[in-house]
């Protein structure tokens, strides 16, 4: 495994990830912010949470690159196109697996079966972020794959 490669594609990708998620909010495809998601389970602070979910986000996209890096080895292939397979995968599995469970992971996000209450006020993101916006299964699909795309294009399996 290349260590110096997967630093720099993995950093590369979860900018670009990043970057098109925050544009897909800007441009209104989407009311979803997952650095702000994750920073709000730590801490209650708007600002801090922005921050913290930031950092949060980035060392989830080390960790993911890590991952997709382990794929290309264990299939002894590192393509665009198997990047890319690859990040729908991931892209399927946070929109149904990851996404309807995070009220019962986050301590500040309401339930849909209760409602909002004092302290949880953040919008559960429902079955493939729906409740985000009808085009957010969109953007998460996209930003992933283009994520896969990097690693897959630039990782070279030695």
């Known amino acids: 495994m290349n260590w ?6 993995g950093f590369s990708g979860t900018v670009i990830l990043t970057s098109i998620l925050a544009a897909s909010q800007g441009f209104g495809m989407t009311r979803m912010n997952i650095p702000y998601l994750l920073g709000t389970i730590f801490t209650p602070s ?6 913290i979910g930031f950092l949060l986000h980035f060392a989830n996209g ?3 690159a890590l991952i997709y890096v382990a794929m ?9 196109w198997f990047g890319a397979l690859i990040g729908i995968i991931q892209a399927i599995f946070v929109l149904t697996m990851l996404l309807p469970i995070m009220p019962a992971l986050h301590p500040r996000m309401a339930n849909e079966q209760y409602g909002p209450t ?3 006020q953040l919008e559960p993101p429902g079955f493939l972020g729906l409740h985000y916006g009808i085009r957010t299964p969109i953007s998460v699909l996209i930003a992933h794959a283009i ?10 399996v030695k």
Not at 4 to 9: D, S
Not at 147 to 156: D, H, Q, S
């Open 4 to 9: 110096l490669q997967w630093l720099v594609w």
């Open 46 to 51: 708007r600002d801090k949470a922005k921050l």
């Open 62 to 64: 080390w960790i993911f």
């Open 72 to 80: 290309f080895h264990a299939f002894g292939l590192a393509t665009w």
């Open 118 to 120: 004092v302290v949880r």
């Open 147 to 156: 994520f896969g795309v990097i690693l897959g294009a630039f990782y070279v």
